[in-house]
């Protein structure tokens, strides 16, 4: 990710909500989701998201297909039950750690 | 505009002049530097073609398909172990206990005489020809595969070359076999010890250079299932 380091840590978390919402995704469509969602302001590189799928892929959380789109074959990746179940687990801790950071950093807020 | 036949076998091309040698992640960076070229062409229909998968190898970072290829063989190391200690494991469940058994038996009465040095020597150097002449055999084999398939996959290749890679570090370990004494035998723990480790270097090896080989095309099909090998 070339916006900051401190995404880095929560790229697996994001690529397994956007599964978790997208049924089934190819390594390109992830980078362009990201990037509309985030309106350009976080970028996946690609050097970053083919290792981190590959490492859920082994995991166990993802699965995968091939399809011949237009002249060429695309590889999908999607949730596996497991992947589906630690989807859950991942945004829990994101979310524990937002409020932790918020506390720190804003304690107004918090 | 979408990218022609001859515009996607030069990005395999390029995947494979980039250190990707594997067709799985040559087929996935293929189509992402694909989608990539097509979104910049939608932007500037006049960019040239060499000109945007220069743009696109380069947001790979400056380790370019390094990491990737890192992560894979990583994934396909793990997955190969995992093979490896299934079939292992079924060595010492019914029936073929009662081979590694056998085995164990055979070592141990070898080396409870006093020919252990003798003994020893002569089954290190069985072994070791043998892993040799095994590894040989595929290497010539996956040659073959390659030239009739055209497609170099990274499982199949650590089944038919690095097969043994677990052992060899095993035997290396195992040349003081050279330097067994008479009073070796005095030690029933030294007998033992020694009986358990060339059961284990027995049963690694036949596992790696001959049952695991012997099982490629099931193992690469429960690998790729997406590829339908």
């Known amino acids: 990710m070339s916006n900051s380091k401190l995404y880095k840590g929560s790229l697996n978390t994001i690529i397994l909500k956007l599964l978790n919402e997208q049924d089934k995704m190819y390594g390109y469509e992830i980078t362009q989701k990201v990037k509309a969602l985030t309106k350009g302001e976080l ?68 | 505009m979408t990218l022609n036949e001859a515009q996607i076998q030069d990005l395999y091309a390029f995947t494979r002049n980039h250190y990707v040698e594997h067709y799985d992640l040559q087929t ?76 164990f038996c055979l070592y141990y009465v070898t080396f409870s005489s006093s020919y252990v040095a003798v003994f ?27 030239e009739r398939s055209k497609k170099k996959w ?13 052992t060899l570090v095993f035997m290396s370990q195992l040349f003081n076999v050279f330097n067994i004494t008479d009073k070796f035998v005095e030690n029933i723990y030294h007998v033992l010890g020694l009986a358990v480790l060339f059961t284990l270097l027995t049963l690694c090896n036949y596992i790696s250079f001959q049952l695991i080989p012997d099982k490629a095309e099931d193992l690469l099909n429960e690998t790729y299932p997406e590829f339908c090998l």
Request: glycine share 6%; net charge positive; with cysteine.
């Open chain 2, 154 to 166: 990274m499982l199949e290749e650590m089944i038919y070359k690095q097969a043994g890679a677990i």
């Open chain 1, 43 to 110: 970028n996946i590189t690609e050097g970053a998201l083919y290792p981190a799928l590959h490492k859920l892929e082994a995991e166990g959380l993802l699965d995968v297909e091939v399809a011949k789109v237009d002249n060429r074959l695309r590889k999908y990746y999607k949730l596996t039950e497991t992947g589906t179940k630690e989807t859950a687990n991942k945004l829990n801790e994101l979310a524990e750690y937002i409020k932790t950071m918020q506390a720190l950093v804003s304690p107004k807020l918090a």
């Open chain 2, 28 to 103: 996935e960076l293929v189509d992402h530097l694909a989608n990539d070229i097509e979104g910049m062409w939608k932007e500037n229909p006049k960019l040239s073609f060499e000109d945007a998968k220069q743009s696109a190898f380069k947001k790979f970072g400056i380790f370019g398909f390094m990491e990737a290829i890192e992560q894979r063989q990583k994934v396909m190391g793990k997955r190969y172990r995992n093979y490896f200690w299934r079939e292992l494991k079924q060595w010492f469940r019914l029936p073929q206990i009662l081979t590694t058994l056998g085995l």
């Open chain 2, 120 to 146: 020893a020597f002569s089954f290190y150097v069985l072994i070791g020809a043998w892993c040799i002449y095994k590894g040989i055999q595929l290497n010539r084999q996956f040659r073959r595969r390659k």
